[in-house]
T-cell receptor
């Protein structure tokens, strides 16, 4: 069964802390996405990666293909980072556009 | 603003009503998607359109009827829905090429539907 697991489910941090959100998947993938969903519902694509590491501002995404694991890091966290972070993968054996989504990690950053 | 606009943002309808959700993008993307997000559940793909042609239907009940008149517009027509269809419906678009099926998605803000 193709699965995507995220941890933790909920995360509360103080402003300035370094944050890590994890994503594990069950079988080989062709791409992994990290998405951010704010309380209003809109979703923003943060990263798409298939190997290595990507960085954008205070956000860093890494992926380890052998271990079938990805992490999203936020440095110097800020209350405006409070959102749900979603991991989604395209399994290699899946045809078409289908992404399998994790359940999301609710992040709250307190001032 | 992401470049993908959804209307209405909120919709309340009875089970016998007919309504439509609209999605519009002017990003030059050639693929458009409908996703459903129910409370406490992961996003579920409903439909995919490439160059106005439906390429995927994820076993969606016929009470949901998509329409894609051109590459910039996507509709979801709703008819005789059930209360369990209440959810956030998200539209997304992407630029797909023949060599790549995994592209960055740009999402709209969503239409929150409540079925009474």
């Amino acid at each position: 069964k193709n699965e995507v697991e995220q941890s933790p489910q909920n995360l509360t941090a103080q402003e300035g802390e370094f944050i890590t959100i994890n994503c594990s998947y069950s079988v080989g993938i062709s791409a992994l996405h990290w998405l951010q969903q704010h309380p209003g519902g809109g979703i923003v694509s943060l990263f798409m990666l298939s190997s290595g590491k990507k960085k954008h501002g205070r956000l860093i995404a890494t992926i380890n293909i052998q271990e079938k694991h990805s992490s999203l890091h936020i440095t110097a966290s800020h209350p405006r980072d409070s959102a749900v972070y979603i991991c989604a993968v395209r399994f290699r054996e899946t045809s078409g556009s289908r992404l399998t989504f994790g359940e999301g990690t609710q992040l709250t950053v307190n001032p | 603003e992401t470049g993908v606009t959804q209307t209405p943002r909120h919709l309340v309808m009875g089970m016998t009503n007919k309504k439509s959700l609209k999605c519009e993008q002017h990003l030059g993307h050639n693929a458009m998607y409908w996703y459903k997000q129910s409370a406490k559940k992961p996003l579920e793909l409903m439909f995919v359109y490439n160059f106005k042609e439906q390429t995927e239907n994820n076993s969606v009940p016929s009470r949901f009827s998509p329409e894609c008149p051109n590459s910039s517009h996507l509709f979801l027509h709703l008819h005789t829905l059930q209360p369990e269809d209440s959810a956030l419906y998200l539209c997304a678009s992407s630029h797909r090429t023949a060599s790549s099926g995994a592209n960055v998605l740009t999402f709209g803000a969503g239409s929150r539907l409540t079925v009474l």
